[in-house]
């Protein structure tokens, strides 16, 4: 089974900086299998990112992803109050598609 | 429009069973692998299981192989997640999200339903 490692766990930005969340796998496996989801209290999570870099539609071009093997970056630009949230990988890899842990972003 | 709509959760005492299900609609639900994903009370997203769009494929989260089953019916439109020995620490709500693979060899859970909530307490 695959582990995703997300870091850091908890990361406070200001309105119009940048975030990088970063996801780290315990085995390398092709950047087609890996995905981000934005997810929201109350609500269902969003697939923001997949195949490592690819916008799914209607993700403003502020999300985007990028990184290979074990080492995948999602980074968002141009923070707006709306997009705090806890952020997961998932990789589709070995069938075991398991989500790393989570990076919670807070919009001060 | 796609949809998918969860029903089947609620109360259940630690012991006891249920049956999920997930009424797609909105595009042809055989093209496609589903999954169910689950979230407790303040914790992150834990995949559950999968299954391919024929059936014939299945894969579990090791913590719940041998408790829970993933099945679908093609001619229904419909997925399920059945669900035994419950232990309070199954208390999630559980999403189905329909699994996409692009044509470029991409993966991705582009639709999800809202969630059910199973609450497993005594």
């Known amino acids: 089974e695959i582990v995703l490692t997300q870091s850091p766990g908890t990361l406070s930005l200001s309105p119009g900086e940048r975030a990088t969340l970063s996801c780290r796998a315990s085995?390398?496996?092709?950047?087609?299998?890996l995905a981000w989801y934005q997810k929201k209290p109350g609500q269902a999570p969003r697939l923001l990112i997949y195949?490592?870099?690819r916008r799914a539609t209607g993700i403003p071009d502020r999300f985007s992803g990028s990184g290979s093997g074990t080492d995948f970056t999602l980074t968002i630009s141009r923070l707006e109050p709306e997009d705090s949230a806890v952020y997961y990988c998932?990789?589709?890899?070995?069938?075991?598609?398991?989500f790393g842990q989570g990076t919670k972003l807070e919009i001060k | 429009e796609v949809q998918m709509v969860e029903s089947g959760g609620g109360l259940v005492q630690p012991g006891g069973s249920l049956r999920l299900s997930c009424a797609a609609s909105?595009?042809?639900?055989?093209?496609?692998?589903m999954q169910w994903v689950r979230q407790a009370p303040g914790k992150g997203l834990e995949w559950v299981a999968n299954?391919?769009?024929?059936?014939?494929?299945?894969s579990y989260v090791d913590s719940l192989r041998g408790r829970i089953t993933i099945s679908r019916d093609n001619a229904k439109n419909s997925l399920y997640l059945e669900m035994n020995s419950l232990r309070v620490e199954d208390t999630a709500v559980y999403y189905c999200?329909?699994?996409?693979?692009?044509?470029?060899?991409?993966?991705?859970?582009?639709?999800w339903g809202q969630g059910t909530q199973v609450t497993v307490s005594s």
């Open positions: 999200a329909r699994v996409r693979n692009w044509n470029d060899g991409s993966w991705g859970s582009d639709y």
């Open positions: 909105g595009f042809t639900f055989s093209n496609y692998w």
């Open positions: 299954i391919k769009h024929d059936g014939s494929v299945t």
């Open positions: 085995q390398s496996f092709s950047n087609n299998l």
């Open positions: 195949g490592a870099s």
């Open positions: 998932q990789q589709y890899f070995d069938f075991q598609d398991t």
